[in-house]
């Protein structure tokens, strides 16, 4: 009886055993194999897309050098567009994107944004720094206006919604005297601004302070700026003093040092305008100091903004959990795009910090959508800089974001909702300018 079992045990086995290595060898029929892949559910009905070509545009309309990044897809006439301005190492950009970052998309899912991030963001080894980061930042914010259109959705909806009606912005105001600077407050104010940067002069007072011994001497370029450190210290309090007596406490005041003092000559400036109640100070240290910020945090209640030239979203994490700023200063196609630039805002979610997204003159009216649409999404939000876009470039970029009463809007429509006209992009092309060397009275390069 044992044998009988053991048997019917052996020939059970080797049953299965012939049965597995027929499977192997497609003994079987078609439909016990394993079934075809199925279309992902999300799709729903729309047909997968994938990269078919990726294009920078260079361009200067209105003097900085501006890069757009298309993306075109599988899908005849759909494409996406992105910022990757870095105004002042653009050919470099494109560069990146024409030589190495073109031929690494195409044939990609155009639906796997984070996917396509973290990719690009090691493809080279050696990641991070402005021109691999702009680069990638044009591919990203692309992927997200692509997505927006396939969703027939603004992109702020896919991003979670709107948290607010429009855009509160702060736009600048300066001149060469407090006064100078205080009607200017004035006019925007009427204008329906509730937040004005004032500076006297361009930043740290550059250019206001007469000719410096080092131009004296011929040591250097002529068109190197000089900046009084000693009279800017001086100025910025008188500044403050100056238009809150004019101007009132209803309007909210910003400042910007850049970077251009000794870290203990910033603590005290900021110290010094405490009783002015200022909404912040800008970038008080430069990324290698930032070392200085526990000082000044214990020696100032003075709200903080700081993160405009951190190239490495992980820059962010040890400040922030830390609580040294108020405001996040990112510069988003300098921090590779829309998809980091969402993580480090909701970082500051917990942490009790706002955003305050960068938002000059060299940012193309695609960068002023894409922080925009950020801004209408997340709930931490604090102010933006407001898009100062001439009528030039809107002819160039047709649906860019605009400002009425203090607010910046953008337009309804799917994805980012701008647009260019390449053809007339192509009468306005870049320079290899750079302006951006400030040196003390005796030729001492300041930074940034």
Same mark, same amino acid.
Request: hydrophobic letters at 35%; glycine letters at 10%.
């Given at each position: 009886?044992?044998?009988?079992?053991?048997?019917?045990?052996?020939?059970?086995?080797?049953?299965?055993? #012939?049965?597995? +290595?027929?499977?192997?060898?497609? =003994? &079987?029929?078609?439909? +016990?194999?394993?079934?075809?892949?199925?279309?992902?559910?999300?799709?729903?009905?729309?047909?997968?897309?994938? @990269?078919?070509? !990726?294009?920078? @545009?260079?361009?200067?309309?209105?003097?900085?050098?501006?890069?757009?990044?298309?993306?075109?897809?599988?899908?005849?006439?759909?494409?996406?567009?992105?910022?990757?301005?870095?105004?002042?190492?653009?050919?470099?950009?494109?560069?990146?994107?024409?030589?190495?970052?073109?031929?690494?998309?195409?044939?990609?899912?155009?639906?796997?944004?984070?996917? =396509?991030?973290?990719?690009?963001?090691?493809?080279?080894?050696?990641?991070?720094?402005?021109?691999?980061?702009? %680069?990638?930042?044009?591919?990203?914010?692309?992927?997200?206006?692509?997505?927006?259109?396939?969703?027939?959705?603004?992109?702020?909806?896919?991003?979670?919604?709107?948290?607010?009606?429009?855009?509160?912005?702060?736009?600048?105001?300066?001149?060469?005297?407090?006064?100078?600077? %205080?009607?200017?407050?004035?006019?925007? +104010?009427?204008?329906?601004?509730?937040?004005?940067?004032?500076?006297?002069?361009?930043?740290?007072?550059?250019?206001?302070?007469?000719?410096?011994?080092?131009?004296?001497?011929?040591?250097?370029?002529?068109?190197?700026?000089?900046? *009084?450190?000693?009279?800017?210290?001086?100025?910025?309090?008188?500044?403050?003093?100056?238009?809150?007596?004019?101007?009132?406490?209803?309007?909210?005041? #910003?400042?910007?040092?850049?970077?251009?003092?000794?870290? @203990? *000559?910033?603590?005290?400036?900021?110290?010094?305008?405490?009783?002015?109640?200022?909404?912040?100070?800008?970038?008080?240290?430069?990324?290698?100091? +930032?070392?200085?910020?526990?000082?000044?945090?214990?020696?100032?209640?003075?709200?903080?903004? =700081?993160?405009?030239?951190?190239?490495? /979203?992980?820059?962010?994490?040890?400040? =922030?959990?830390?609580?040294?700023?108020?405001?996040?200063?990112?510069? /988003?196609?300098?921090?590779?795009?829309?998809?980091? %630039?969402?993580?480090?805002?909701?970082?500051?979610?917990? &942490?009790?910090?706002?955003?305050?997204?960068?938002?000059?003159?060299?940012?193309?009216? !695609?960068?002023?959508?894409?922080?925009?649409? @950020?801004?209408?999404?997340?709930?931490?939000?604090?102010?933006?800089? %407001?898009?100062?876009?001439?009528?030039?470039?809107?002819?160039?970029?047709?649906?860019?974001?605009?400002?009425?009463?203090? &607010?910046?809007?953008?337009?309804? !429509?799917?994805?980012?909702?701008?647009?260019?006209?390449?053809?007339?992009?192509?009468?306005?092309?870049?320079?290899?300018?750079?302006?951006?060397?400030?040196?003390?009275?005796?030729?001492?390069?300041?930074?940034?």
């Amino acid at each position: 009886m044992k044998v009988k079992e053991n048997n019917t045990r052996r020939n059970l086995i080797k049953g299965l055993g #012939l049965g597995t +290595m027929a499977g192997m060898l497609g =003994m &079987y029929p078609k439909a +016990m194999a394993a079934p075809e892949k199925e279309k992902p559910a999300y799709l729903n009905g729309l047909p997968p897309l994938t @990269i078919t070509n !990726v294009k920078a @545009i260079g361009l200067a309309p209105s003097g900085s050098n501006l890069i757009v990044i298309k993306v075109e897809t599988s899908e005849p006439g759909l494409y996406g567009l992105g910022c990757a301005t870095f105004t002042q190492r653009a050919f470099a950009v494109i560069t990146a994107i024409e030589k190495y970052l073109k031929d690494f998309c195409v044939g990609k899912d155009v639906d796997n944004i984070e996917d =396509m991030w973290q990719s690009l963001f090691v493809s080279s080894y050696w990641r991070n720094g402005p021109v691999l980061n702009n %680069a990638i930042s044009g591919i990203d914010q692309a992927l997200w206006d692509i997505k927006g259109k396939r969703a027939n959705m603004p992109t702020y909806q896919l991003l979670g919604g709107k948290c607010r009606f429009a855009i509160p912005c702060y736009t600048h105001a300066s001149g060469n005297t407090p006064e100078e600077a %205080a009607n200017q407050v004035s006019s925007y +104010m009427e204008e329906g601004y509730r937040y004005v940067r004032i500076q006297q002069g361009g930043y740290g007072g550059a250019g206001i302070s007469g000719e410096p011994d080092f131009k004296k001497q011929g040591f250097a370029r002529n068109t190197d700026q000089y900046m *009084d450190q000693g009279k800017y210290r001086k100025d910025v309090p008188k500044l403050f003093e100056t238009v809150r007596r004019q101007c009132g406490e209803e309007v909210e005041l #910003l400042h910007d040092i850049h970077e251009r003092l000794d870290p @203990i *000559d910033a603590i005290n400036v900021i110290k010094s305008v405490e009783p002015y109640n200022p909404f912040f100070i800008e970038d008080p240290f430069s990324p290698e100091q +930032m070392e200085w910020f526990k000082q000044l945090r214990n020696a100032t209640t003075v709200p903080l903004a =700081m993160g405009e030239l951190f190239n490495n /979203i992980n820059e962010f994490k040890e400040p =922030m959990t830390n609580r040294l700023f108020d405001y996040i200063r990112i510069h /988003i196609s300098q921090i590779g795009g829309i998809t980091p %630039a969402m993580k480090v805002a909701r970082l500051g979610e917990f &942490y009790g910090i706002k955003t305050a997204w960068h938002g000059p003159g060299d940012v193309s009216p !695609v960068g002023h959508a894409a922080n925009a649409h @950020i801004d209408l999404a997340i709930w931490n939000f604090g102010i933006q800089e %407001a898009a100062r876009i001439s009528d030039l470039s809107r002819e160039i970029f047709p649906g860019s974001p605009t400002m009425k009463d203090g &607010y910046m809007w953008v337009n309804e !429509v799917p994805g980012l909702g701008v647009d260019i006209n390449e053809k007339l992009a192509a009468k306005y092309p870049m320079h290899t300018n750079s302006r951006w060397t400030v040196r003390k009275f005796d030729g001492t390069i300041i930074r940034p």
